[in-house]
């Protein structure tokens, strides 16, 4: 692409992720630019992150509206006029309609906290640590008319520890969400994924074919 890739990124909350794409963004790690960042929450931290960064904000409070249709209406119109290429679900709690989603078909991504498609939906890293798995990660992913059920773009994987709680996992999960969701921008940016059906490939990487983890360590 020879102008840079346009952003709309949407918050509910802290925006972690949002702030590290900012970050890689002025650091030259990602061409692209955050056109505009939307919340539904207007006390979401990741507003103030957005301005102290100079990114345009705008917030449409779902409980002012009739009904999905009309927010996700709104929320179109707001995109469009940043001019936006790229839809960034970070922390987005509000589920798009079909409106919004044929829309911006193809170009909505979300990220996971959890190796989907286990563990879809929220409280997920309870949900792991309740199923005993040995490891969880996170996930980013096109957004499609089911919860977290889109075609996958990037994952990481993160060891589960005796001991654990809900909360030192998400925190160590989260840390690899900021690696990999401005990674997964950056192919989307260079025009490097190919998306067949529910397979998607990443022009220009090469899968290490001996790579394993495993979970407790083998021994001997």
Same mark, same amino acid.
């Given at each position: 692409?020879?102008?840079?890739?346009?952003?709309?990124?949407?918050?509910?909350?802290?925006?972690?992720?949002?702030?590290?794409? *900012?970050?890689? $963004?002025?650091?030259?790690? %990602?061409? /692209?630019?955050?056109?505009?960042? +939307?919340?539904?929450?207007?006390?979401? #931290?990741?507003?103030?992150?957005?301005?102290?960064?100079?990114?345009?904000?705008?917030?449409?409070?779902?409980?002012?509206?009739?009904?999905?249709?009309?927010?996700?209406?709104?929320?179109?119109?707001?995109?469009?006029?940043?001019?936006?290429?790229?839809?960034?679900?970070?922390?987005?709690?509000?589920?798009?309609?079909?409106?919004?989603?044929?829309?911006?078909?193809?170009? *909505?991504?979300? $990220?996971?906290?959890?190796? %989907?498609? /286990?563990?879809?939906?929220?409280? +997920?890293?309870?949900?792991?640590?309740? #199923?005993?798995?040995?490891?969880?990660?996170?996930?980013?992913?096109?957004?499609?008319?089911?919860?977290?059920?889109?075609?996958?773009?990037?994952?990481?994987?993160?060891?589960?520890?005796?001991?654990?709680?809900?909360?030192?996992?998400?925190?160590?999960?989260?840390?690899?969400?900021?690696?990999?969701?401005?990674?997964?921008?950056?192919?989307?940016?260079?025009?490097?994924?190919?998306?067949?059906?529910?397979?998607?490939?990443?022009?220009?990487?090469?899968?290490?074919?001996?790579?394993?983890?495993?979970?407790?360590?083998?021994?001997?």
């Amino acid at each position: 692409m020879s102008d840079l890739l346009k952003l709309g990124v949407l918050i509910s909350g802290s925006g972690s992720n949002l702030q590290s794409i *900012i970050n890689h $963004i002025e650091k030259g790690a %990602l061409s /692209a630019r955050i056109s505009i960042v +939307v919340s539904n929450a207007p006390e979401a #931290y990741g507003l103030v992150r957005a301005e102290k960064a100079g990114i345009s904000c705008a917030v449409l409070d779902h409980r002012e509206f009739s009904g999905r249709e009309a927010f996700d209406r709104e929320l179109i119109r707001v995109l469009k006029n940043a001019g936006v290429d790229l839809v960034v679900l970070a922390g987005f709690m509000r589920i798009l309609g079909g409106e919004f989603l044929r829309t911006f078909d193809q170009r *909505i991504i979300n $990220i996971h906290p959890a190796l %989907l498609p /286990a563990f879809p939906g929220t409280h +997920v890293q309870q949900k792991a640590l309740d #199923y005993g798995v040995k490891f969880s990660g996170c996930t980013v992913h096109f957004v499609d008319e089911g919860v977290d059920t889109g075609p996958i773009i990037i994952q990481a994987v993160v060891p589960v520890l005796p001991g654990d709680t809900a909360d030192t996992l998400a925190s160590r999960i989260l840390k690899e969400e900021h690696k990999i969701y401005p990674q997964a921008i950056r192919y989307f940016a260079e025009g490097r994924i190919v998306k067949n059906g529910r397979h998607v490939e990443i022009r220009g990487v090469r899968g290490d074919k001996d790579a394993v983890l495993h979970n407790p360590p083998l021994e001997g």
